[in-house]
């Protein structure tokens, strides 16, 4: 059974950093792209960064670039996202996801498997 | 960016009714879209895939058609189960996007 639990989220101020983080169970960790997805308080779904399998590109939406870094650790089955320079628009529920198997520029399995979410707020 | 327009953003409805729902893409994303159904304090979970396929275990009542930029999600029969808000991505190219959504409600 795919398995995926995110930890780290919490209450930090403006400015301050936090780090999440995501344990894969269930399937082969290293051969899957994987996600971050984000959804603020009564809000709808942002995509937030891709990781290659190999760590070796990433992808990421403009409002989090530079501030923002996915990586991962494939001997843990393990997704990070390393979260800089908060700010109070950042304040969401974080979900950590399954992308599937991209080859070719096309994906498969695209977000079939979701984390249940880790709240992040950003507050004085 | 391709940007992802979906209508409505709510809409009532009774058990038994048949509802669409559209995503409309700024520009052509082949078939790389699928549809994502939300409920309360609850991760998403995938209906739709490649535009039209039905993901395993999801009723035959919920359908997808479209290619190119725009694209439905169709619900036969409406189910007390099936009230909850309603996504498309689009994972043609980045940033991917979802659309605004749709809020199901009882009317």
């Known amino acids: 059974e795919v398995q995926l639990v995110e930890s780290g989220g919490g209450l930090v101020q403006p400015g301050g950093s936090l780090r999440l983080s995501c344990a894969a169970s269930?399937?082969?960790?290293?051969?899957?792209?994987m996600s971050w997805v984000r959804q603020a308080p009564g809000k709808g779904l942002e995509w937030v960064a891709n990781?290659?399998?190999?760590?070796?590109?990433?992808y990421y939406v403009d409002s989090v670039k530079g501030r923002f870094t996915i990586s991962r650790d494939n001997a843990k089955n393990s997704l990070y996202l390393q979260m800089n320079s908060l700010r109070a628009e950042d304040t969401a529920v974080y979900y950590c996801?399954?992308?599937?198997?991209?080859?070719?520029?096309?994906?498969?399995?695209?977000?079939?498997?979701w984390g249940q979410g880790n709240l992040v707020t950003v507050s004085s | 960016d391709i940007q992802m327009t979906q209508s409505p953003s709510s809409l009532s409805a009774s058990v038994g009714d048949r509802i669409t729902i559209t995503c409309r893409a700024s520009q052509g994303i082949r078939n790389d879209l699928g549809w994502y159904q939300q409920k309360p304090g609850k991760p998403p979970k995938r209906l739709i895939y490649?535009?039209?396929s039905l993901q395993s275990g999801v009723p035959s009542r919920f359908s997808g058609s479209g290619s190119g930029t725009e694209f439905t999600l169709t619900i036969t029969s409406l189910q007390p189960e099936d009230f909850a808000t309603y996504y498309c991505?689009?994972?043609?190219?980045?940033?991917?996007?979802f659309g605004q959504g749709t809020k199901v409600e009882i009317k």
């Open positions: 490649a535009a039209s």
């Open positions: 990781i290659k399998p190999d760590g070796r590109e990433k």
């Open positions: 269930g399937f082969t960790f290293s051969d899957y792209w």
């Open positions: 996801v399954r992308v599937g198997v991209c080859s070719g520029g096309i994906c498969y399995e695209v977000f079939l498997y």
């Open positions: 991505l689009q994972h043609m190219s980045y940033p991917w996007t």
